[in-house]
């Protein structure tokens, strides 16, 4: 059985830091594309940033979080993470890890990750 469970979300000031943790069972993330995304009160589920297959190691972030924001995996602990630093009141969500096969084309689409967390909640105080 599949199963992703997010932890390390939290209530932070501006400016601070948190770091998402997702812990997988059921499959190996080091062979999955593996991304985080957030959705806001009354908004959609956005992409935030993705990790390809470890082999090829490669990254993608959302523009609103390229250069705060880094996402790595340990494959060793089968673990996500998301490190999120200089947060802003607008990062405030739900952040949800997700899986998806090697096969997807386009990692920022939410339709294209099969397995999905529960989701942990970030709020950004100003």
């Known amino acids: 059985q599949v199963q992703l469970v997010e932890s390390g979300g939290g209530l932070v000031q501006a400016g601070g830091s948190l770091r998402l943790s997702c812990a997988a069972s059921?499959?190996?993330?080091?062979?999955?594309?593996m991304g985080w995304f957030r959705q806001a009160p009354g908004k959609e589920r956005e992409f935030v940033a993705a990790?390809?297959?470890?082999?090829?190691?490669?990254?993608t972030y959302a523009d609103s979080v390229k250069g705060r924001f880094t996402i790595s995996r340990d494959n060793a602990k089968n673990t996500l993470y998301l490190q999120m630093d200089s947060l802003k009141p607008e990062d405030t969500a739900v952040y949800y890890c997700?899986?998806?096969?090697?096969?997807?084309?386009?990692?920022?689409?939410?339709?294209?990750?099969?397995?999905w967390g529960q989701g942990t909640q970030v709020t950004v105080s100003s």
């Open positions: 059921g499959f190996t993330v080091m062979r999955y594309v």
């Open positions: 997700a899986g998806a096969p090697g096969s997807i084309v386009d990692v920022k689409t939410v339709n294209g990750y099969d397995y």
């Open positions: 990790a390809r297959r470890s082999f090829f190691g490669s990254t």
